[in-house]
C-alpha cells in the first residue's frame, strides 16, 4: 500500500519531504493560519516539526502532506494522518490547516473526509480523534460534518472521536 499521495476532487496531496521547509515555515509564520495552532513558530521550532513528521513518515509509512490545488498550481495547506498520544493513550489523529484565502469553500472538509478514509478503510484504525481549540468553531463544524463526535475537554483544547461502526 502506497499512501504517499492522495487525490480528492479538488485537491493533491503529497507526502512531507524535506524540499517542504519552506512551505513550512511559510505556514509557521502565518498568524492567521496559527491563530488556533498555538501561534507563529519559531524557525528552530519549525525544523523540529519538520524533523519530528519526516520521522513518522519514514517509521509509519503515513503522515503529514503538502496539500495542493488538483492541477497543482498553488498550495493549499497541509492535512495529517497522524500517531497520537494523548495522555499516555496512543491515539491517530487526522487534522487539517489551510490558508486563510481558501476558506470558506467546504476544502478541509473534503481533506478531513478523505483523511478519515485513509485511517479506517486503507490503514484499518478503528478509532480516529481529532483535537482542536474549543474556541475553534470553524475547524468543530468540519469535524461535526465528517460525522465525528465531541467526547471530552482537554483545558482549551477539544477531543473530537469518529462514532463506534454497528
Ligand atoms: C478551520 C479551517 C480548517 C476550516 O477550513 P474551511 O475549508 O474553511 O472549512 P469548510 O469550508 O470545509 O467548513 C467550514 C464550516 O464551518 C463554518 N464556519 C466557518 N466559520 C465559522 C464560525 N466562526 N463558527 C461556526 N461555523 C463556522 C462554515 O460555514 C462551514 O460550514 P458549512 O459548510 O456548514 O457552511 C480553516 O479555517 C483553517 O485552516 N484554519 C487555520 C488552521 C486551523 O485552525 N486548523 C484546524 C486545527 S484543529
Request: charged share 30%.
Amino acid at each position: 500500500m502506497n499512501l504517499d499521495t492522495f487525490r480528492t476532487p479538488r485537491l493533491f496531496a503529497e507526502r512531507l519531504t524535506a524540499a517542504h521547509l519552506d512551505e513550512i515555515r511559510r505556514m509557521h509564520l502565518d498568524a492567521t493560519v496559527m491563530h488556533y495552532l498555538g501561534g507563529v513558530r519559531t524557525e528552530e521550532q519549525t525544523q523540529e516539526y519538520l524533523r519530528k513528521n519526516l520521522e513518522h513518515w519514514e517509521r509509519y509509512g503515513f503522515g503529514l502532506y503538502i496539500v495542493h490545488t488538483a492541477a497543482r498550481d498553488a498550495v493549499v495547506g497541509r492535512a495529517v494522518v497522524r500517531h497520537l498520544d494523548l495522555d499516555g493513550t496512543p491515539e491517530v489523529e487526522i487534522g487539517y490547516a489551510l490558508y486563510p484565502e481558501w476558506w470558506g469553500q467546504g476544502l478541509a472538509t473534503e481533506i478531513a473526509n478523505k483523511c478519515l478514509d485513509i485511517g479506517r478503510s486503507q490503514l484499518g484504525f478503528e478509532s480516529l480523534v481529532a483535537v482542536t481549540q474549543a474556541e475553534n468553531r470553524a475547524s468543530r463544524h468540519v469535524l461535526e460534518k465528517c460525522g465525528m463526535e465531541y467526547e471530552r475537554d482537554r483545558n482549551e483544547w477539544v477531543i473530537y472521536r469518529t462514532k463506534r461502526r454497528t
